[in-house]
């Protein structure tokens, strides 16, 4: 059942809240879980500050590590795994906002990321000042929002220049049904018919990670949903999910979820039992 989460509500223990300008900004602590089927009555702009979750939004599991900025549009539903303990920074957007943004013909990505980006450096700066408590910090606060809002409408901007490319899709496509494989930029770039350098180029504007990223996190997420399969080895899984050896996947494994493959898989079991 799709639960539909009001303004200002998120999962997780809240450690700190500000409404500044109709923005409301929210900091929360959240302990390996899963969170089901739900959506949100705000847009907003969700920034991992410790920890990582997996997400399913578009039928697709991804994996996002710390430092990962996520905006999603409001009501649109996605369901998360938390795998270690995490703290998410979260900016939501009024819809009187996103009707002021309409109006001067701006408009926000449905649902896009910003690793690596200078968005992601602004919501950094943003959570900063939501920690300070001086009497400028409200004026601070509101002009990052908006200088956040502005970058955010010229990627979309960018965005809807490639996100018809049939070809870039297909890209993705290949990428989700072999991720398994050991696949090179090239060999991506030459089954869709472009120069590597420009499939590189469009294909983090258009999905916020770089390939090899896009492809490790698929791999981490399978690996997280066969760990719940108490009859597979380690061995198994790390074949089945492309990594080289057991070693390569226990390493890349822990680097990404914070919990060798053993610990997660005793977690997961912890958290089948308490639902």
């Not at 070693?247 to 919990?259: I, P, Q, V």
Request: glycine share 6%; with cysteine.
């Amino acid at each position: 059942m799709l639960e539909k989460r009001a303004a200002g509500c998120f999962y997780g223990s809240v450690l700190r809240k500000r409404e500044i300008a109709d923005f409301i900004l929210t900091e929360t602590a959240n302990v390996p879980s899963h969170l089901p089927c739900h959506a949100h009555e705000n847009s907003f702009f969700c920034h991992l500050l410790q920890g990582c979750y997996t997400e399913n939004y578009g039928g697709h599991n991804m994996l996002y590590a710390p430092a990962s900025l996520t905006f999603r549009s409001s009501n649109q539903t996605h369901e998360d795994w938390v795998h270690e303990e995490a703290r998410v920074f979260v900016l939501e957007i009024p819809k009187s906002w996103e009707v002021r943004l309409q109006e001067d013909s701006l408009t926000l990505a449905r649902a896009t990321g910003y690793h690596g980006s200078y968005l992601r450096l602004l919501s950094t700066r943003l959570n900063r000042e939501f920690h300070r408590t001086d009497k400028a910090s409200p004026l601070a606060i509101e002009g990052l929002i908006l200088e956040m809002l502005a970058e955010a409408s010229r990627a979309s901007i960018a965005l809807k220049q490639i996100a018809n490319s049939r070809w870039l899709t297909e890209a993705r496509d290949i990428l989700i049904d072999r991720f398994s494989e050991n696949l090179t930029l090239s060999d991506i770039a030459g089954l869709v018919g472009v120069h590597p350098v420009y499939l590189a180029t469009s294909f983090r504007q258009r999905f916020g990670c770089t390939v090899g990223e896009f492809v490790r996190r698929l791999r981490i997420a399978r690996a997280c949903s066969d760990l719940s399969k108490p009859d597979q080895s380690l061995t198994t899984i790390a074949l089945a999910a492309g990594f080289a050896d057991q070693s390569h996947f226990c390493k890349a494994f822990k680097l990404y979820t914070g919990l060798t493959p053993s610990e997660y898989r005793r977690q997961f079991g912890k958290l089948k039992k308490k639902t």
